[in-house]
Nanobody
């Protein structure tokens, strides 16, 4: 299984970005697969931002609720993160994670076995 993110960039506070993540090497006969977005800034631990289970059930970090929306295209094995009303605190490296063994939309990083290289999001105030 390979994971690849795209869509990061620089934006002013209040702006929007959409991140995409393609998971290759996974087929549905392997079972359900939860996918998630994490982010990390220098000196801080990686934190879960949004996760979605195979059935579409989602979970969000409290600080992004109402601003971020996670979705997935099952047929394309693609995960999206629509980020609106971005703030400086949203700056960081955003990572996509996936795990065919997960049934629930968890934001616990150690439960995911497959990770992308990350895409940088920079929000200027």
């Amino acid at each position: 299984v390979q994971v690849a993110e795209s869509g990061g960039g620089a934006v002013q506070a209040g702006g929007s970005l959409m991140l995409s993540c393609v998971v290759s090497g996974y087929t549905r006969d392997r079972g359900p697969c939860s996918m998630a977005w994490f982010r990390q800034t220098t000196g801080k631990e990686r934190e879960g931002v949004a996760a979605v289970a195979h059935d579409g059930t989602a979970e969000y970090l409290e600080s992004v609720k109402g601003r971020f929306s996670v979705s997935r295209d099952i047929d394309k094995n693609t995960l999206y993160l629509q980020m609106n009303n971005l703030t400086f605190e949203d700056t960081g490296m955003y990572y996509c994670a996936a795990d065919p063994g997960l049934w629930l939309p968890t934001l616990v990083a150690r439960l995911y076995d497959y990770w992308g290289q990350g895409t940088q999001v920079t929000v200027s105030s």
